[in-house]
């Protein structure tokens, strides 16, 4: 993996990998994002894009189960942009068991190994705006609440303070023939690549 920042505010990520026998890769990274800042507050109020129409459902240990879901009409449409806090709200069975989203969203590319835009995040406070460029076939959006405090015995508050936005191939291709992957034949280099764009407009303050 190599890491570059450029002189244009773009992170990019490179992959490659090599194997001496036929080998399953899934090469992805783990970043997670908050836009206000750590320490600033939660991301519900982030509007997160995703160009994709179908996404991987989980089963009980969140291995996804070969089913591709389409995403109208459930909290899993991110076609247009939305506040990621409006779309916890819903009463859905797969936030339920995850504890919000952490599920592999099936990307409308155009090309099957070209650079493209796939998804944007955007924090209205603070105008900070970012964009995901990928080859890979899907993303992996991560915004699972988490436990931050316990008032009382029986109280406890849940947020959501950062999010994970992970290109990848799909995950859990063990597991489903249904769920595509990429297999290294001995000797033959896999290349794929991220690019996360991030700039900041300003925002008068009142």
Known sequence: ?????TSTDEFRIDYTAVTDKSTPVNLTHHSLFNLKGEGNGSVESHRLCIAAGYY???DSVWIPTG???PVAGTPFDFRSPVAVGEQLKHSDAQLEQCRGFDHNFVLDRKTSDELEWVASL?????GRYMEIWTTEPGIQNNTERQLTKQRKKW???WAVWSIGIRNATFPGFTQSVC????NIESGRVLSSGLYLSVWCKIVSSK
Do not use: G
């Open 1 to 5: 993996m190599i890491y570059r920042l």
């Open 56 to 58: 991987t459902p989980v």
């Open 67 to 69: 089913e591709l879901a």
């Open 122 to 126: 955007y924090e209205p406070s603070n």
């Open 155 to 157: 109280e406890r508050i």
């Open 179 to 182: 769920i595509s992957f990429y």
